[in-house]
């Protein structure tokens, strides 16, 4: 089975940056994609960031493109989430996950690590 563990988070200014790592270990054969989701307080868990396992193909949603970026390293077995020009309105709780093969949704989760922004 596959299991990640999310690093990184922390409390950033706004305009600052943060990067997030998420480690894989057990099953990696498996996957198909890395994604990152974030929930803040009151709101739903929503889609960040998602990339391919073995093309690395990337996704991104609207409210973070061109601000963040998601890169995987095969050989270290990890997934990076590079934030930039971070605001209040990215504060949450950030998730890794993975989607498997013939699988249509992300069904493995990290623990989750803190962002805050603040003003």
């Known amino acids: 089975q596959v299991q990640l563990r999310e690093s990184g988070g922390g409390s950033v200014q706004t305009g600052g940056s943060l990067r997030l790592s998420c480690a894989v270990s057990?099953?990696?054969?498996?996957?198909?994609?890395m994604g990152w989701f974030r929930q803040a307080p009151g709101k739903e868990r929503e889609i960040v960031s998602s990339?391919?396992?073995?093309?690395?193909?990337?996704f991104y949603s609207d409210v973070v493109m061109g601000r963040f970026t998601t890169a995987r390293d095969v050989a270290s077995l990890t997934v990076y989430l590079q934030m930039y020009n971070l605001n209040p309105e990215d504060t949450a709780v950030y998730f890794c996950?993975?989607?498997?093969?013939?699988?249509?949704?992300?069904?493995?989760w990290g623990q989750g690590t803190q962002v805050t922004v603040t003003s």
């Open positions: 057990g099953r990696t054969d498996g996957i198909l994609a």
């Open positions: 996950a993975a989607r498997r093969f013939g699988r249509s949704a992300f069904e493995i």
């Open positions: 990339i391919s396992w073995n093309t690395g193909n990337t």
